[in-house]
């Protein structure tokens, strides 16, 4: 069975320092990925997603990810953290274009940026 | 442009009852997912519907039903309560014109408290 793992739970960060958060995956066909963020009281939205191509992509707020086939990797980074960058970060995978809409999540990181 | 929309924003239930979940697509969106986010983990897919019918069930019991109306509004229907039911329940929705590459937006989600 798909699953993704996200190996930090709890990030505590000050503002200015780099963050990267691991996520791996468990499926050997094409996979989508994707990066949403929850802030505090806030639904969750869509940072960043890959689809095929270049294997770095870009998001919203100075976010990028990359993918690593090799290493069923999809890892989030953002040079430099604000304190409003502190949120829910959720990894996310769909098992390609044979089973659309299912988003497979991780358990989420909790990034807490200290001012 | 309204986004994903969900009602009601919170409910309490006992063990036992019946509970229904609405939610409305993003304008122009025609495929509605839901998800169960149960505390400090990531959304669990529980099925999608396209056209009227449910294309995929991830693994939750027949207690957890859906339908989706004509205006592709959907509705999500839980029966026999039980207490690990309590979670945020939230509702996605994507297009289809752009192939399985459309993107899944999801609304702020009903807090389901099962006493």
């Known amino acids: 069975a798909q699953s993704v793992s996200q190996h930090n739970h709890h990030v505590i960060l000050s503002e200015a320092a780099s963050l990267e958060l691991g996520c791996n995956y468990s499926?050997?066909?094409?996979?989508?990925l994707f990066w949403y963020v929850q802030y505090p009281g806030q639904h969750l939205q869509l940072l960043l997603k890959?689809?095929?191509?270049?294997?770095l992509v870009k998001g919203i707020k100075g976010f990028e990810a990359e993918f690593i086939k090799s290493k069923f990797s999809f890892n989030l980074r953002k040079p430099s953290v604000q304190w409003s960058d502190t949120a829910e970060y959720f990894c996310?995978?769909?098992?390609?274009?044979?089973?659309?809409?299912?988003?497979?999540f991780g358990q989420g990181t909790t990034l807490q940026v200290k001012p | 442009d309204a986004g994903v929309t969900q009602s009601p924003t919170h409910l309490i239930k006992t063990r036992g009852q019946q509970v229904t979940l609405r939610c409305s697509p993003k304008?122009?969106?025609?495929?509605v997912s839901w998800y169960q986010q149960a505390l400090g983990q990531g959304p669990q897919f529980i099925f999608q519907?396209?056209?009227?019918?449910?294309?995929q069930r991830g693994n939750f019991p027949d207690r957890f039903s859906g339908h989706q109306f004509p205006n592709y509004s959907s509705e999500l229907n839980v029966n026999a309560l039980l207490l690990g039911d309590s979670a945020l329940y939230l509702c996605?929705?994507?297009?289809?014109?752009?192939?399985?590459?459309?993107?899944?937006?999801f609304g702020p989600g009903t807090r389901l408290l099962v006493l």
């Open positions: 996310a995978v769909n098992a390609g274009s044979s089973n659309t809409g299912k988003l497979i």
């Open positions: 304008s122009g969106h025609d495929t």
């Open positions: 499926y050997g066909g094409t996979v989508n």
């Open positions: 890959y689809f095929s191509g270049d294997p």
């Open positions: 996605a929705s994507r297009g289809t014109s752009g192939g399985w590459q459309e993107t899944q937006y």
């Open positions: 519907y396209y056209e009227e019918e449910e294309r």
